[in-house]
Every structure is written in C-alpha cells, then in structure tokens.
C-alpha cells in the first residue's frame, strides 16, 4: 500500500517496532517494510521519538550481517538487497530503485504469480496449469519488446543531526570485515553473497550521497569486496591446480548450502555494475578495479571448465567416477530459479514432468539416469560463467564461444550455444558465427526428435535476444546495428530453421507454443523474408491442444502489426478458425440462419476465436467494427458465451481507454447495427444481449429508443417490414408515429447514402422516394416540410457520420460526400439533386449556418471528440470539422467559429496519431483567412495566435518517452508555423512581437530569429502603451489602489497614476 501511494499519511507506534519481528533478525518482509516506511514523506511521525527506533532497528539490522560473519548463512537472493535498502532508509531516507520500479512481489519468492506466459531474462517459464478464467481469457496484454529500466528513488528529509548520528553507528560497525580464518570458514556460496552485500551497500551510498565518496568507510567497503574476489580467485586456481594433478575430487573445494549458480547471478546483476556515472572519480577508479578482479575470476573458470572437459576426455569411466563431486547439484532448478516450474533450458533433463512430454521423457530416460555429476558440474559452470555477461559480455562471450567449439558433450554444448544466442553481440562476425553453429547443430540432430527441439529453442533465445535490442543501439536509418549485420545468408538459414521447426511433430504443447514465439519473432525482424511463414501460422489455428491456440490467439496481432491489407488478412485468418461464425462481407456475409443451420460448434475452439477477435479489434482500425460484431453476434447465438465476450469488451475498452464497455460500445454502435441488420441476427437476440451495451435487462423499450435512430434506418434500407413491426410493437405506437419522430436521423442517413458509392446507393433513393412516405404515411410536400423544418437537426446528423477511412463504409461517409450532401441539402434538395458540382460552399439562403447555429456544431462535435476514448475515433469526429470548413467558406473566419476550432484542434494535436489530420484542419483555416484577408480578419488571426503558436511549438518539443524526439513528423507544424510567422502577412507582425521568446531548437532556429529581429525593433515606448491599451482587461484583483501625491484615493488607472504622481 505504502508502494502504491495508497498511504499518504501513518505513523506506526513505538511498541509495533519493539516486536520481535523488527528486533531480532528481520526477515526480508520486515526489512522490505521498514526500507519503504522511513523512505516515504509524510509516514515519519514525530521525529523526537523516531530516532530511537531508528537506533534500535539499525542495530538489529546490522546483526544480521554479524551473524553472517560469525559463520551463520542467513544470506540469500533478497537480504543482500534488502539490507542495505532498509540500513539506508533508517539512516538517510533514502530507498533506491530496487525496490521502488519493481513489483514487490517480484523479491519474494512466496508473492511470485505464474498464471500467465512470462518471459524471464534467462529462461522462458510457464506453469503447468494456466489461468482460464474468465478474467485470464479475456486479458488483453499489449507486450512491449523492450523493458524501460526505472532510476527512480525515493527520498524523505531527516535532519542532520539525526542522519549523523545514524551514519556514525553504521561506519563504526565493524561486521563487514572478515579476516581469511572467516572466509575459509564459510562456502563459495556465502562468499559471493557476502560480495553482493558489499556491493548494494556501496550502491545505496553513492546514490543516497549520504556519505562522501572518498570517504575511507566506501574505500574500506571496496576493500573487503576486492579483498573477498581475490580469495574467490585463488580458491579457484586451487582447484584447478590440484584437479591437473590428481589430488582432489571436483566436489571437495566447492561444497556449499546453497547454489552458486544462484549466488553469482545474484552478485552479478548488482546495480552498482550498471552505474552511469558517479560524481567522484576515485569511485569509478574503484568500480573499474573491482571489474577487473571479475575478469580475471571469469578466466579462472573457464580454465577450471576446460580443466574438467580434458579430464571427461582423457579419463576411463573408472577415473571418471573417482573425480565425481561429493555433492549433487540440482541442474534443473539452478538453470531455472522457479522451482516446480517448466523452463526450456532444462525441459529435456526433467524427469518428474507428467503430461504430454511423455514420449520426451521416455526417449531421454536412460541418458538423464546414467549422466553423472562431472556433468551437472559442467553445466552449472556454464551458468556461472554466463552471468558474467552484465559486467564483461565481450570478453564472456568470446571464452563461451571458444569453448564450445572444444566441448564434446552434446548436452553442454547446447547449454553454451544456449548462453550464446541469449547474449549476442552486435557484431555481424559473433552473430554470423552462432547462426552457423545453430545449423550445424541441426545437421547432426536432423534424425534426432530431442536434437531437433533443441535447435528450435536455440532459435528461439536468438530471435528473441535480437527482438529485445531491436531498438536499442539504432543506427541513422532506424535499424538496430545487429540487425542489419543479418546478412541475406543467414536469414535464409535462420527461416530454414524455422521452417523445419513446424515439420516436426512432438505432443509437447511446450514446444508448439515456442514455435508460435518463433514465427513471431522472426515476421517481426525480418518482415521482408517471412512471408511464407503466415502459411504455417495460420495452420496452427486447427491445433488440437486448447492452450496452443490460446496463446496464438494473443500473437496473431503480429500479422496486423507488419503488413497492411488487413482486410485479406482477416479474411485469411476467419477462413482457418475451424468453425463457422456470422460475419459481413460486401460479396458474401455469412448470415445468421446458415451457422444456426451448422448445429453445436466446439466450444473451446470458439472461445480461442473469440480471443483472437478481441486482440485484433485493439490492434488493427480496419477490422474492429468486423471484429465487434462478431463478437456480438456469437453472444446472441450461444448465450452460454456471453460472460466472456463481456469480459472481453471489458478488456478492450480498457485498452482503447474507454471508461466502460458502454462507452466504447457507443462508438461502434453503428456499424455493429448495420452488419446485425445485413446479416439478419434476430433482434430479439439482440435485445437479449442488451446489458453488453450497458442497459437493464428489464427495460428494453429504453434500449430499442437508445438504437433507433441507427436501427431504423437500416431496416428502411433492406425492407426489413418484420423488424419494422416489431419494433413498433415494443415500442407502443403506431409504425408511421415512429417513422416520423426518427425522420431527421433517418432522412440524414438515407441522403448521404444516395450521395456515396456504396452498394446502398440505389437502395436509399428507394426509400427516399417511396418507401420513407409510405412508411411514414406522408406525402411528398409532408416530407419536404419536414425537411425545412428540421434541417439544422439534419446537418447536425450529418456531421456525426463523418470518416477518414479510405474506404468508409456504411454508416459512415467521408469528407467530401458529406460535404456536398449538406450543400445539396441546404441549397435545396429538390432543385439541385443531380448537381455534380465541385464546389461545396453552401450558399445558405435560409441562413443555416449563421455563427451562433455554428458554435452550436462545433459545440456537438466538441462533445463526440470528447467521448471518443481514443485517437481511432477521434479522428473520424474531427473529421466533422473539417467537412464543416468545406461548406461554411469564408463563414469560417468569423472571430467564435475560427476560435473554437482552435480551441478544439489545439486539444489535441499534441498527439501523435492525430498530428496530421489537426495540421489539415489549421491549413484550411489559414486558406480561408488568406483568401478573406482584411484588416477585421488580420486582427481575428491576430488574437488567435497566443492560443496557437504555444500549442504548436510543443508539438516540436522532445518528449522523453519517445527517446528524446518530438511527437510525429514535424514537418506540417513548422509550415504551420512558417506560415503564422515568417510567412505571415505583415499586418500580423505587431501580434508575433507579442509572442513569448521561442525555445533554442534547431528546427525553430529561423522561425526564432525573424521573432527576435522583430522583437528587436519594437521600441519600449510602443510596448508600454500598448500595454495602458489592455490594461482595462486585466483581472480587477490586479488594478492598484495607492494613495498618490495628490490624496487620490479612487482606484486609478495604471497610466493615470503614473501621470498623477508625476
């Protein structure tokens, strides 16, 4: 709660810190609590009494590293992060990002949640039983190839004093010494915990700055960390030499509690070894020296490795089994570090495993029951060596790849290259290099079924690594320098490997869902080449196993994310689903009727449908309106579906940044009407499924009201008289009452629909003519009434289906048939309903479009753009002003309809997807000013242009989420700038004086200095009176109300007081 910011003020008693828990020996939990406590503002409590407690858990704290120094192994993976974190929050109040841009649950063991995939930084891990709720299924996860590392720390003032006091106690601790009768005392395990220890310590120091860092307390801290490795590195060297000459078994110099494997990835991965930079440079000098004792370390065992593999090599079985070490490793739960939990490293070497890798399992029995432990030893020192990749990964990755090419063991070398592909370098020679060994790898395996799933998981730790750095290191053209060393060759190579990977045929859903992970990876980096594996991912949709198609359910976005045309692709994708589903089409739409007629469908494979429906709406703009009805439909067809497909709108409103499915649902009620319609789904069924649109069950006459003004209009147009009585029936009157009291949304729809180019456009002239009046029960003259009485109303719902599609479909139109609808519409219908004429400037006879009617449009619009969650469908209710623009002409330069469209485009052309179409709109205002120029609209520019620049000049603005560049392509904001500025009519230039100075950019250096020449120019005496000739609109609590020289005692002008204390 406290790392939440759910606490914002509490303070804990004196006697809850005098329990045991916090007294003696805290466990990490009470650690985490008392580093977060004494790290937040505004949780200290009166600070009169905290420095006592601060005194008593500091000792108590510090008595656990003298218990380690006595012999006691209370060290492990998260005291030696806690310590320090917690010693640092007593004494300064400082905590650091360990344990502030984490999830907590991520340093207990006890918290870890494995409901879902995750990938590790070292092994891919999944649990046996995944979550299938409804929450787990209709999860929508938006995955991001690269992981944000966050600086932040947290840090609550303590007085000086008291941080002293605090500080003195710490440095005269002496625990953290320990002579070397204490180190040969203790196993290799503790020693390198010991080291990680040392090292937080160090880190929290120099980044609390509560202690110099030339201080002698850091110097002797570096001391005992340097003092400690070079033990680690004789001990070593020990062994080494003692193996060469016979005198010792593997086992007896390296006997420990716990894992070293554990302890050195621990160690390794300190913060301090990713350290930036630090103020001091005798602290880099001793960070550098501590590097370079891990280097030598690294060298040292890679001999002892080689050490081992001669003696593997040059040994009978007899000798070999002299050299065996006194104590087991655990392999597989050292190279994975969740315990009873499937990790790809070690999925062949797990003998308990049950399931579907039965056939695995067996084929690999015998080896796993003879493999000695001269072999986990060598397997566990690949590990070792591995870790040190964070602090010398060129160095690593060379003795690595050298020893691979020496080691014999089929197992240990697949280890190695697995350590390879996970930590390629960026050099074309490294990566070139391990793509070799990956196919000569699978050219030895090809008859093996165990080999050859090796190989995939192989490939797989290399595509990955190479997606996780894709965009780290880029060169000028945008591309990681490692992706573009991949040559031609080893692309080929890499997709053969692929490819080979979906011919072999293992039970193991594992190994499936890898293979999935594969084809994603590689269709993400190399886009070009990978078009013939959408074959093979599209027929794994007809996998047998549920969770298989689960998960490729959740990655087929990646098709959507690479290559436009998503149209066919979706056709591709609902034509391998395996069942058969209601969905539009313009040819042939699969109606309600024909998948009633297919009988019972699975259910399973109709959830992960479901599934792959709701990732693609988030996805892809072209297919959400198909994606939602389908999904609508299947929630009509089979209720027994309808708690996941609320769920699942649920999950995609959330994305899409809705507050409630409602909400979002509203967005796309349209187009879901017009296909439930096309289709003929029961509108009974659809009131059945009222409540996926937010509405009670028991009130469907409010639900039918909500839709009638789209659901009319679409019945209308297909002659649907069934649907049309019904709804009369529902809603209690008369068929022709309801006609006419929706006549302005059905009107609106039918005339653009006879305007456009869609299918509907014989079908609405129709209904027009005809069957609006006999429907309706009006004549020809009613309906023209109608029309001029309503015609505003009508304008207005014809802005309300504007879109920016290419290829907008029903109910929606573009720009331009809307905008000669209106003219047609206002200008008469009757008289000028075959006019084609380019020009769609209203002449606006009957005074439509007078300046209030159209504040109240935008007004609407405003409105819509508000309720659109996101910039999808923000744009299509911009686009109402664009259209706007179109038929009002030089209507538009009028001083409160150009205002609020500033108003509302400078909202929100701060965001990148809508940059574009916000710089259109603001190009055509300017054309109409400059085509209307006059002293009256200079000066309605003019005033607009402290509202305008500002805006605009933040779009240029480097935003740090996208890597210090600035949001979307600049180059329509700087010609809108040019424009109000450099290129601006000279009678604007006493309004661009007014301007604030502009920022130091580059791409603003000219727009810059023509402000500062004009600026230059302008005389004091000019500023000051322009200044008295706004004063009178400055707020009144700004007016002054001295006493002058004269005894005025009225309130006085600026200017009037000046004069009169003159």
Avoid at 461 to 485: I, S
Avoid at 499 to 509: A, F, Q, R, V, Y
Wanted: a negative charge; charged letters at 20%.
């Amino acid at each position: 709660m406290i790392m939440r910011d759910q606490v914002h003020t509490s303070v804990v008693s004196e006697d809850t810190w005098n329990l045991q828990t916090f007294k003696q020996s805290p466990s990490p939990s009470a650690l985490y609590f008392i580093a977060c406590y004494f790290s937040r503002i505004g949780l200290q409590g009166d600070l009169s009494n905290s420095s006592l407690v601060r005194k008593n858990l500091l000792r108590s704290t510090l008595e656990l590293i003298q218990s380690v120094s006595k012999g006691s192994s209370l060290l492990n993976e998260q005291n030696v992060v806690m310590i320090p974190e917690a010693i640092f929050s007593i004494c300064a109040g400082f905590s650091s990002s360990a344990i502030n841009s984490a999830n907590a649950s991520q340093l207990f063991d006890e918290c870890k949640d494995f409901s879902k995939l995750l990938l590790e930084s070292e092994s891919w891990v999944i649990k046996d039983e995944l979550g299938y709720s409804v929450e787990a299924l209709s999860e929508i996860s938006t995955e991001s190839s690269t992981k944000v590392i966050s600086d932040k720390c947290n840090r609550a003032h303590l007085p000086g004093h008291i941080q002293q006091q605090l500080l003195d106690q710490l440095m005269e601790f002496e625990g953290f010494m320990a002579s070397n009768e204490q180190l040969e005392k203790v196993d290799l395990c503790t020693l390198v915990y010991r080291c990680s220890l040392l090292c937080n310590l160090i880190h929290c120091a120099l980044l609390s700055r509560a202690i110099e860092e030339n201080s002698l307390f850091l110097k002797e801290l570096f001391g005992h960390v340097t003092g400690i490795i070079k033990y680690m590195i004789s001990m070593v060297m020990k062994k080494h030499e003692e193996l060469s000459h016979g005198l010792t078994s593997v086992g007896s110099a390296f006997e420990t509690a716990g894992s070293i494997l554990s302890s050195f990835q621990t160690f390794l991965s300190a913060p301090i070894f990713r350290l930036r930079s630090v103020s001091n440079r005798a602290s880099s000098v001793l960070i550098k020296g501590v590097t370079v004792l891990l280097d030598e370390l690294l060298v040292e065992f890679s001999q002892l490795f080689s050490r081992l593999s001669s003696s593997a090599n040059n040994s009978d079985s007899e000798n070999t089994s002299k050299m065996l070490p006194i104590s087991s490793v655990n392999l597989s739960e050292d190279l994975n570090p969740f315990v009873d939990h499937k990790s790809v490293v070690d999925m062949d070497f797990d003998m308990t495993d049950s399931g579907e890798v039965d056939s695995i399992t067996a084929s690999v029995s015998g080896s796993i029951g003879i493999s000695s432990r001269l072999l986990e030893w060598k397997l566990e020192l690949v590990g070792v060596i591995s870790t040190f990749f964070s602090v010398s990964a060129p160095h690593t990755w060379e003795i690595l790849y050298n020893l691979v090419e020496k080691e014999s063991d089929v197992k240990v070398s697949h280890a190695i290259l697995l350590n390879l592909c996970q930590n390629i370098s960026a050099s074309s020679k490294s990566l070139s290099s391990v793509v070799h060994l990956l196919f000569d790898m699978r050219e030895k395996c090809a008859s093996l079924l165990l080999g050859s799933a090796d190989c995939l998981t192989h490939v797989h730790a290399l595509l990955r690594t190479l997606m996780v750095t894709r965009d780290v290191g880029q060169n000028t053209d945008g591309k990681l320098q490692a992706y573009n060393e991949v040559s031609n060759e080893n692309q080929d190579i890499l997709l053969d490997l692929v490819t080979k990977g979906t011919e072999i045929s293992i039970t193991d859903w594992f190994f499936r869902i890898k293979l999935i992970d594969c084809i994603t990876h590689f269709i993400h980096l190399f886009p070009d080449g990978a078009q013939d594996m959408i074959g093979h991912f599209l027929n794994m949709l007809h996998d047998t196993d549920y969770r298989v198609r689960l998960y490729l359910a959740r990655k087929m976005v990646v098709l959507f994310e690479t290559w436009e045309g998503h149209d066919e692709l979706f056709r591709d994708v609902c034509s391998n689903i395996g069942v058969k589903m209601v969905q539009f089409s313009s040819e042939i739409p699969v109606k309600s009727r024909e998948v009633l007629a297919v009988g019972p469908q699975s259910v399973p494979v109709i959830e992960t449908v479901l599934i792959t429906l709701a990732h693609l709406s988030v996805h892809s703009e072209e297919v959400e309106f198909e994606c939602a009805f389908m999904i609508s439909a299947v929630a009509a067809i089979q209720p027994s579906q309808r708690k996941l497909e609320y769920a699942l709108f649920d999950s995609i409103s959330r994305k899409l940044s809705y507050a409630s499915r409602s909400k979002y649902l509203d967005q796309l009620m349209g187009p879901i009407l017009f296909r439930w319609v096309a289709c003929e789904v029961s509108l009974v069924s659809l009131v059945k499924v009222q409540e996926m649109f937010g509405f009670d069950t028991a009130k469907p006459k409010e639900f039918i009201e909500h839709i009638c003004p789209w659901l009319l209009s679409f019945l209308i147009l297909r002659g649907d008289a069934a649907g049309l009585n019904w709804i009369s029936k529902t809603l209690l009157q008369p068929l022709s009452a309801v006609i006419k009291g929706y006549f302005v949304q059905i009107f609106g729809l039918c005339i653009a629909a006879k305007n456009g180019t869609g299918p509907e456009k014989d079908l609405a002239e129709t209904v027009l003519y005809e069957s609006l009046l006999q429907l309706g029960e009006i004549s020809e003259f009613e309906r023209d009434d109608l029309i001029r009485k309503h015609m505003v109303s009508i304008v207005g719902v014809l802005l309300t289906v504007s879109s920016t599609a290419r290829q907008s479909e029903l109910p929606y139109f573009s720009k331009e048939i809307l905008a000669r609808t209106i003219k047609q519409v206002v200008d008469g219908f009757m008289d000028t309903a075959d006019d084609d004429s380019a020009d769609t400037v209203v002449i606006d006879k009957v005074n439509i479009f007078r300046a209030d009617r159209v504040f109240k449009f935008l007004l609407a619009i405003h409105q819509q753009v508000t309720e659109a969650g996101h910039p999808r469908h923000m744009s299509h209710r911009l686009c109402a002003i664009e259209v706007l623009i179109d038929v009002l002409g030089h209507r538009v330069v009028h001083y409160s309809t150009c205002f609020y469209i500033i108003c509302i485009v400078g909202n929100y052309i701060w965001r990148q997807p809508l940059q574009g179409q916000c710089c259109n709109i603001l190009s055509k205002l300017l054309v109409a000013f400059n085509a209307n120029s006059s002293t009256e609209t200079v000066a309605v520019l003019g005033t607009q242009l402290q509202l305008l620049v500002p805006k605009l000049i933040t779009c240029c603005l480097p935003n740090d989420q996208e890597g210090g560049c600035p949001n979307g392509d600049l180059s329509k904001v700087l010609s809108l700038l040019r424009q109000l500025t450099v290129d601006a009519d000279p009678l604007l230039y006493d309004y661009i004086r007014d301007l604030e100075p502009l920022p130091g950019l580059d791409c603003l250096k000219d727009i810059k200095v023509f402000h500062a020449s004009l600026s230059d120019s302008y005389a004091s005496r000019d500023q000051f009176l322009k200044f008295v000739h706004r004063a009178p609109h400055l707020p009144a609590e700004l007016f002054l109300r001295p006493r002058c020289c004269f005894g005025c005692m009225d309130s006085c002008w600026p200017l009037q007081l000046i004069i009169c204390c003159k």
